[in-house]
């Protein structure tokens, strides 16, 4: 499985943003799929993580609120929706997939990477 996220760019605080990531290889559907985010210098943190059950759910706090995560099977595609960006919100932005994951916020619980796109946000 291939995973290709896509979709940060560089915006004002206060500014909405989408990343998408699109996987090649193996369908979505049973994965459970995460968010992580990286600053300089600094280990990976989790942003936001969807259940394969699609029933959960679970963001970081620092996002709860403002940040929504979903999918779209037919496109075999995730979304990371991000709204009223801060500055602190800059890093960049992974996705991951796990095979009947746990939906964990542990960087460990997932198996497939994207590559990371950058997400800056100026104040």
């Known amino acids: 499985v291939q995973l290709q996220a896509s979709g940060g760019g560089l915006v004002q605080a206060g500014d909405s943003l989408r990343l998408s990531c699109s996987a090649s290889?193996?369908?979505?559907?049973?994965?459970?799929t995460a968010w992580f985010r990286q600053f300089p210098k600094k280990e990976r943190e989790f942003v936001a993580s969807?259940?394969?059950?699609?029933?959960?759910?679970y963001y970081a706090d620092a996002v709860r609120g403002r940040f929504a995560v979903s999918t779209d099977n037919a496109r075999n595609t995730v979304y990371l929706q991000m709204n009223d960006l801060k500055s602190e919100d800059t890093a960049v932005y992974y996705c991951?997939?796990?095979?009947?994951?746990?939906?964990?916020?542990?960087?460990?619980?997932?198996?497939?990477w994207g590559q990371g796109t950058l997400v800056t946000v100026s104040s």
């Open positions: 991951a997939g796990q095979p009947y994951g746990t939906g964990a916020s542990r960087s460990n619980g997932y198996v497939y």
């Open positions: 290889g193996h369908s979505f559907t049973n994965y459970s």
């Open positions: 969807l259940h394969w059950k699609g029933e959960w759910t």
